[in-house]
Structure formats: structure tokens, C-alpha cells
């Protein structure tokens, strides 16, 4: 794992205690005393070496946050993975985090709704299942291997479901109508490339490199799943206990977001090369540039969080017998900041869930 700094381990007291805290004030700001001012914080960052954390990279190596934040001081940790960056937020060691749909569920539902929210979106897309030639369809499948990154992860769930929605079946232990092996997507690579897999439900870049250097092909394309094409797939959570306690500085924050996402669009060309670069510098190897303009066309970089399509998610985990019910969903989510930027910008605020 990538880390700037040591991270403590997740126990079950650390967990407890940061539900109890929780549950001690409302989840939107109007438990501060607004007639003080907040005293200058240090607010503990983490994001992903990824190409679908673009803004978050951006936000820190353009400077963004640590203009947007002010007098408060921002740290910065870099994870590979979603659970991890749960183990974080529950022990402390983190304050926010980008993260995918799927991890934040689980914080979610080990807090009994408590412990975080999402307070802004950041990318949208960036997904697919990509097979080898001779597959045609999910009845092709049947009898092979296919490869996703991680057990109950968000590409793990997509392509149970949509196996499952095409009348196959599978189980966590890679048994079934089809084996699903979940591996590091650079195994997951060389394991195409030698036909060991017949395919793998997979994020960007991972897919343009499965078809660029392992020629396959996109079979799905997630966004063709989900109405208008749109679903998360990351987005920025804080805990709960922090935004309760810092709703100024966690407003600063997701000001450094929309300033970043406002960059990330405008200047396409300039991004992937400061995100390229950023990924060289953490992990010492870059990607290469006909991978990275490629599938950037695959993504949205947006402040919706899309709440709807998490729900829908969570949905499909429960139907893969990856999750049991999470009860109201719709309470992880605080866009009252968020909102209360967009509209102060002038741009429209996003639906609440």
C-alpha cells in the first residue's frame, strides 16, 4: 500500500468510540456554534494513486486545497485500496477520503449510519468489462474465468450482477456458472494477456490497457447500465464526528473540490500530465500517454455523487449475497455544504437523495 504516513490499525474500540461520538450531533452543520469562530484545523486527506481520483491529485498538487483551506493545514495519505482508507477513517488517522461507492456502504453499515457521510462527488464512469475475442456473450462466459479487482468492490459487485441478470451464477468462493477470480489489476493483465482469464470487469485505466496491450475488447461498458450513462464512482466522505466539529473547514474542503473539478475540466491535456506525473512520483511508474488519453474519454469528472446509483449498488451487493441490507441509505448522505458552494457560484445545487 502507498502511504505518506504510518496509519494506525482498525479496532473494534476505535470503532466504537467514533460511533458514539457520532451520535452525539447532527450530521449538517447546525450543531456549531456559528457565532464563533472556528479555529484553524488540520484536516488528514487520503485519495488513490488512480486515474479516477484525478481531482483529488489535482487539489493537492496544483496547490488547490491548501489555498481553498487557508489557515487550516491539510496531510495528505495515498492508499491502493478502499479498505484501507476505512480502516483510516474509523481509527482517526483520517478526516476525509475519496473513495468508491462500495467501501463507503461498508463504513456505513459496520457504523450503524454513524460514522461518515459523502459531502460531494468527484467522478463518474470509468468501467467495463473487457473479454477476449471469442466471447460474444455473457452465455460465453460459462465454464471461464473472469477477474475483478476485489472481493465486495464495486467492479466485483457490477459483474456478479450483471452475470446474475444474465442467468448465471456465482459465489465468493469463485465457484458457480462462472469463476470469478478477484487479483490486482496488474496481475489481472498479465493473467489476460496469457488466457488464463477470458476477462475482467475492471476501472480505467485497466481496461484501455486490457484492450490496448492484451487486445480485447469491451464487451460492457458500465455506463451503459445506468440511466444517462452516469454513476459514481468516486466521491469524497468525511466522518461524521470531524464535520460536526469543523463545518468551516470541511466547507473549505469541498471548495478546494469544485475549484479542482472546475480545473480538471477545463484543462484536459494539462490534468493528465499532472496526473500522470503524480502517479509516476508516488508509485515510480507512469502511464503511457495513448493509455491515459484513451480512457479519459471513459470518464466524468463531476461533483454529483449520484446518490441513486450508490443505493442501487447496494441493492445488487444484497442480491450477490455480498452484503446483508443497509437501512437508509439515503441518510450517508450531507449536500448541504456542497450546495451551499455550487449556489454561492452560481451554479445549480445537486439533488438530494
Not at 457490477?158 to 465457484?175: C, I, M, V
Not at 460492457?220 to 464535520?243: A, H, I, S, Y
Amino acid at each position: 500500500m502507498f502511504r505518506l504516513r504510518s496509519i494506525a490499525a482498525l479496532s473494534l474500540v476505535a470503532l466504537l468510540s467514533l460511533g458514539a461520538v457520532a451520535c452525539g450531533g447532527s450530521s449538517d452543520s447546525a450543531g456549531s456554534d456559528s457565532t464563533k469562530p472556528e479555529a484553524p484545523t488540520t484536516i488528514r486527506l487520503g485519495y488513490f494513486p488512480n486515474l479516477t481520483h484525478a481531482t483529488a491529485i489535482v487539489g493537492v498538487e496544483n496547490g488547490i486545497f491548501a489555498e481553498k483551506l487557508g489557515d487550516n493545514t491539510l496531510e495528505t495519505s495515498l492508499f491502493n485500496a478502499g479498505p484501507a482508507a476505512v480502516e483510516a477513517l474509523f481509527s482517526g488517522a483520517l478526516d476525509a477520503t475519496y473513495i468508491g461507492p462500495n467501501p463507503t456502504i461498508t463504513a456505513y453499515a459496520k457504523s450503524n449510519g454513524e460514522a461518515v457521510r459523502v459531502i460531494s462527488g468527484a467522478t463518474s464512469g470509468g468501467a467495463a468489462l473487457v473479454v477476449s475475442s471469442e466471447i460474444n456473450s455473457a452465455s460465453d462466459l460459462k465454464g471461464k474465468k473472469v477477474a475483478s479487482p476485489q472481493l465486495s468492490g464495486t467492479q466485483d459487485v457490477a459483474l456478479r450482477w450483471w452475470l446474475k441478470e444474465n442467468g448465471l451464477k456465482t459465489d465468493p468462493q469463485g465457484g458457480g456458472d462462472v469463476s470469478i477470480v478477484p487479483q490486482e489489476n496488474s496481475a489481472t493483465l498479465d493473467a489476460f494477456k496469457s488466457g488464463a482469464i477470458a476477462g475482467a470487469w475492471v476501472p480505467e485505466p485497466w481496461a484501455t490497457r486490457l484492450v490496448q496491450e492484451g487486445g480485447g475488447k469491451v464487451l460492457v461498458d458500465e455506463r451503459t447500465l445506468w440511466p444517462g450513462g452516469q454513476f459514481v464512482t468516486t466521491q469524497l466522505v468525511v466522518r461524521t464526528e470531524f464535520l460536526n466539529k469543523h463545518p468551516d473547514a470541511v466547507r473549505r474542503l469541498i471548495e478546494g473540490q469544485v475549484a479542482a473539478n472546475e480545473f480538471v475540466n477545463a484543462n484536459p491535456d494539462q490534468t493528465q500530465k499532472i496526473v500522470n506525473d503524480a502517479i509516476t512520483k508516488y508509485t515510480g511508474k507512469g502511464i503511457a500517454a495513448g493509455v491515459i488519453s484513451a480512457a479519459w474519454k471513459n470518464l466524468t469528472f463531476t461533483n454529483d455523487p449520484y446518490p441513486a446509483t450508490l443505493i442501487e449498488s447496494a441493492d445488487h451487493a444484497v442480491g450477490v449475497g455480498l452484503l446483508e441490507p443497509v437501512k437508509n441509505l439515503k441518510d450517508l448522505y450531507d449536500l448541504s455544504i456542497l450546495n451551499s458552494v455550487l449556489v454561492a457560484m452560481g451554479s445549480k445545487p445537486i439533488a438530494e437523495p
